[in-house]
């Protein structure tokens, strides 16, 4: 999370919200009902994205349109797989690892 608090600043997160990000119980205090459907929609997509529960579905699309939908899931896929090969990669070529 912390990679990415720059750029959130520059999109117009305060440190309140970004903190927030990471406890979901804060969510209600912090994020309006669609900001709040879109984070757990990326927070399912990094466990059990093969499953999302009906009614996560169902306020995704009380809140965005089709178009929409396809872009946050795109967005947010796309962080987690950034995510996770960034870490692997870490772990596999560790700096000042001679080859």
């Given amino acids: 999370m912390r990679a990415h608090t720059a750029s959130a600043k520059r999109r117009g997160l305060t440190d309140t919200d970004i903190e927030a990000i990471a406890d979901p119980a804060r969510w209600p205090a912090t994020f309006a009902n669609e900001e709040i459907a879109a984070l757990d929609m990326a927070t399912q997509l990094c466990h ?6 009906e009614e996560l579905i169902e306020r995704l699309h009380q809140h965005w349109n089709d178009a929409q939908l396809a872009e946050l899931l795109m967005v947010a896929g796309q962080a987690n797989m950034n995510n996770r090969v960034g870490s692997a990669a870490r772990q596999i070529f560790p700096a000042g690892r001679r080859t």
């Fill in 48 to 53: 059990e994205s093969h499953d999302l529960p």
